[in-house]
T-cell receptor
Framework: DSGVTQTPKHLITATGQRVTLRCSPRSGDLSVYWYQQSLDQGLQFLIQ???????AKGNILERFSAQQFPDLHSELNLSSLELGDSALYFC?????????????FGPGTRLTVL | GEDVEQSLFLSVREGDSSVINCTYT??????LYWYKQEPGAGLQLLTY?????DMKQDQRLTVLLNKKDKHLSLRIADTQTGDSAIYFCAERDDKIIFGKGTRLHILP
């Protein structure tokens, strides 16, 4: 158990819908990362937050948005869902978000878009 | 654009050494990482190396970096059945780019 929690564990929805994935970092960690893992694209870094502020941006679509709240939990919002958005979405947290900082991964949320 | 390439599959006998290779394109990468993903689980950071280092050893793990050729390798000595997993190479400058992962299969 990494100490990072993600909810829900599974999510099934229809195309065109909007969903919110939630992540609670390890106690004391200030930085949160979001990743998407799919069979065709592999593991893609989406976005990183540090203490409520966006720190780095990867391959995040405009239909997706994220934020980190004052209590440091984070939410990833996915809208106008397409079949290709079906994937495993991981959240990770680290203490200060620097390159040498170990990221601890949550168990993931499996999103299925029908 | 930036890219990280690794072979998709490696099969090794138990007790032998496993060598997983990776190439990357971004010469400004500051850190390079190896992650392990077991079935149904998230990623676990195994080790990392700074771009100004050539080698790093940590128990059974040895990381070699050839910065000129942009080649990174992970050697696992005395491979055990518990090493069976997918291993991801990743590079980081401001953002993190992962390879598609190498599935390590252990033969008895």
């Amino acid at each position: 158990d990494s100490g990072v929690t993600q909810t829900p564990k599974h999510l099934i929805t229809a195309t065109g819908q909007r969903v919110t994935l939630r992540c609670s970092p390890r106690s004391g960690d200030l930085s949160v990362y979001w990743y998407q893992q799919s069979l065709d694209q592999g593991l893609q870094f989406l976005i990183q937050y540090y203490n409520g502020e966006e720190r780095a941006k990867g391959n995040i679509l405009e239909r997706f948005s994220a934020q980190q709240f004052p209590d440091l939990h984070s939410e990833l919002n996915l809208s106008s869902l397409e079949l290709g958005d079906s994937a495993l979405y991981f959240c990770a947290s680290s203490v200060d978000g620097t390159g040498t900082d170990t990221q601890y991964f949550g168990p993931g949320t499996r999103l299925t878009v029908l | 654009g930036e890219d990280v390439e690794q072979s998709l599959f490696l099969s090794v006998r138990e007790g032998d050494s496993s060598v997983i290779n990776c190439t990357y394109t971004d010469s400004s990468s500051t850190y390079l990482y190896w992650y392990k993903q077991e079935p149904g689980a998230g990623l676990q950071l195994l080790t990392y190396i700074f771009s100004n280092m050539d080698m790093k050893q940590d128990q059974r793990l040895t990381v070699l970096l050839n910065k000129k050729d942009k080649h990174l390798s992970l050697r696992i000595a005395d491979t055990q059945t518990g090493d069976s997993a997918i291993y991801f190479c990743a590079e980081r400058d401001d953002k993190i780019i992962f390879g598609k992962g190498t599935r390590l299969h252990i033969l008895p």
